[in-house]
């Protein structure tokens, strides 16, 4: 079955079959402006109800647009008991208490990436998310993308071989076009590029190789004086079972975003580009068109309300979220001490 008409069966079978999941979304800055609310208002899974935001101007605007509640408090959002799940799109570093008090308030929960800033606040959001008996779904959108989905199965279906080696080259521009203020608090408290977006490219080695990180050993360097953390790094990174990643993710080089995406296998190379997979091996190469991933956060949406309508496991877990991190901490040492960093 082809990704696009599998999540077309999943969007049908939800809104068939069952009410919609009714969903609140915590934090509507730019992550949420682009991708969170014009998702679930679109989703037939779910429902947009209410919104909440500590930029009233931000929320009186939203609330014409979208006809929903607002609210400048979250916890009266939490408080209503018409509200199943709640989408966190908060700055990371107020995930943990948002996702502790939707917990107790039995609200399942999506939580944007990365999951918070240390281990110690990520086990503890996994074990109330546990003890409260709700979802918990961390936000990595190439699970729900079906560029990245596409790529999985072609690698799973050992077209390219047994997986060696995976090179993801990232300039991302989001900090930038999201004005100063946005980029600064990403920068100085978000954790940088190493935090806040490769955890996308070290989730993607574990996914991609079922395996975990042994050994991580990184370089960073800064473009301006005013800046805590890298805004450029590299990252070398061997999995358990011998699956090597190189991984540059970099927020310098201004608005405009590229990047380069190849795997290598033991009988061949996937290269990504422009939303086609070539794919080569000895002499011959052929084009798969993937298309695009405009729909991940509908899909991501489907998905989330799929784990809570059939009791399963979210395809990202909390677990998932604190593996991803893991990476990125241990990357963060490296650069500091100049040294590898084995992860067992």
């Given at each position: 079955?082809?990704?696009?008409?599998?999540?077309?069966?999943?969007?049908?079978?939800?809104?068939?079959?069952?009410?919609?999941?009714?969903?609140?979304?915590?934090?509507?800055?730019?992550?949420?402006?682009?991708?969170?609310?014009?998702?679930?208002?679109?989703?037939?899974?779910?429902?947009?109800?209410?919104?909440?935001?500590?930029?009233?101007?931000?929320?009186?605007?939203?609330?014409?647009?979208?006809?929903?509640?607002?609210?400048?408090?979250?916890?009266?959002?939490?408080?209503?008991?018409?509200?199943?799940?709640?989408?966190?799109?908060?700055?990371?570093?107020?995930?943990?208490?948002?996702?502790?008090?939707?917990?107790?308030?039995?609200?399942?929960?999506?939580?944007?990436?990365?999951?918070?800033?240390?281990?110690?606040?990520?086990?503890?959001?996994?074990?109330?998310?546990?003890?409260?008996?709700?979802?918990?779904?961390?936000?990595?959108?190439?699970?729900?993308?079906?560029?990245?989905?596409?790529?999985?199965?072609?690698?799973?279906?050992?077209?390219?071989?047994?997986?060696?080696?995976?090179?993801?080259?990232?300039?991302?521009?989001?900090?930038?076009?999201?004005?100063?203020?946005?980029?600064?608090?990403?920068?100085?408290?978000?954790?940088?590029?190493?935090?806040?977006?490769?955890?996308?490219?070290?989730?993607?080695?574990?996914?991609?190789?079922?395996?975990?990180?042994?050994s991580v050993y990184a370089t960073?360097?800064?473009?301006?004086?005013?800046?805590?953390?890298?805004?450029?790094?590299?990252?070398?990174?061997?999995?358990?079972?011998?699956?090597?990643?190189?991984?540059?993710?970099?927020?310098?080089?201004?608005?405009?975003?590229?990047?380069?995406f190849h795997i290598v296998g033991?009988?061949?190379?996937?290269?990504?580009?422009?939303?086609?997979?070539?794919?080569?091996?000895?002499d011959e190469e052929k084009v798969?068109?993937?298309?695009?991933?405009?729909?991940?956060?509908?899909?991501?949406?489907?998905?989330?309300?799929?784990?809570?309508?059939?009791?399963?496991?979210?395809?990202?877990?909390?677990?998932?979220?604190?593996?991803?991190?893991?990476?990125?901490?241990?990357?963060?040492?490296?650069?500091?001490?100049?040294?590898?960093?084995?992860?067992?």
């Amino acid at each position: 079955m082809t990704n696009h008409i599998y999540y077309r069966k999943i969007r049908s079978e939800c809104s068939e079959n069952m009410d919609k999941i009714k969903i609140g979304i915590i934090g509507c800055g730019t992550v949420a402006g682009y991708g969170h609310i014009p998702a679930a208002s679109e989703s037939n899974s779910a429902e947009l109800v209410a919104l909440s935001d500590i930029n009233e101007k931000r929320l009186n605007e939203l609330k014409e647009k979208y006809n929903v509640d607002t609210y400048t408090d979250y916890h009266l959002l939490l408080k209503r008991k018409d509200i199943d799940a709640v989408i966190i799109a908060t700055p990371t570093f107020l995930h943990h208490q948002i996702v502790i008090d939707s917990a107790k308030n039995k609200k399942h929960i999506l939580c944007e990436k990365p999951i918070s800033m240390t281990l110690e606040e990520a086990d503890d959001m996994i074990k109330v998310t546990r003890e409260e008996n709700v979802k918990f779904m961390i936000g990595f959108t190439r699970h729900s993308s079906k560029i990245y989905t596409k790529i999985k199965e072609v690698i799973d279906n050992g077209t390219i071989g047994e997986l060696k080696y995976i090179k993801q080259i990232w300039n991302w521009g989001g900090p930038i076009w999201g004005g100063s203020e946005r980029y600064m608090w990403m920068i100085n408290r978000g954790g940088g590029p190493i935090i806040d977006a490769a955890v996308h490219d070290f989730d993607l080695m574990r996914w991609y190789s079922e395996s975990e990180a042994y050994s991580v050993y990184a370089t960073g360097y800064y473009s301006r004086n005013d800046i805590k953390y890298p805004d450029n790094v590299s990252v070398l990174i061997e999995m358990d079972n011998g699956t090597l990643g190189f991984i540059e993710h970099s927020w310098a080089y201004g608005k405009k975003s590229f990047s380069q995406f190849h795997i290598v296998g033991s009988d061949g190379v996937l290269v990504l580009e422009n939303n086609n997979l070539k794919v080569i091996k000895k002499d011959e190469e052929k084009v798969i068109p993937l298309g695009d991933d405009n729909d991940r956060f509908l899909i991501q949406i489907d998905n989330f309300v799929k784990s809570i309508v059939n009791d399963t496991e979210p395809i990202v877990t909390g677990e998932d979220g604190k593996k991803a991190l893991e990476i990125g901490l241990a990357a963060l040492k490296s650069i500091k001490n100049k040294k590898i960093v084995f992860l067992k």
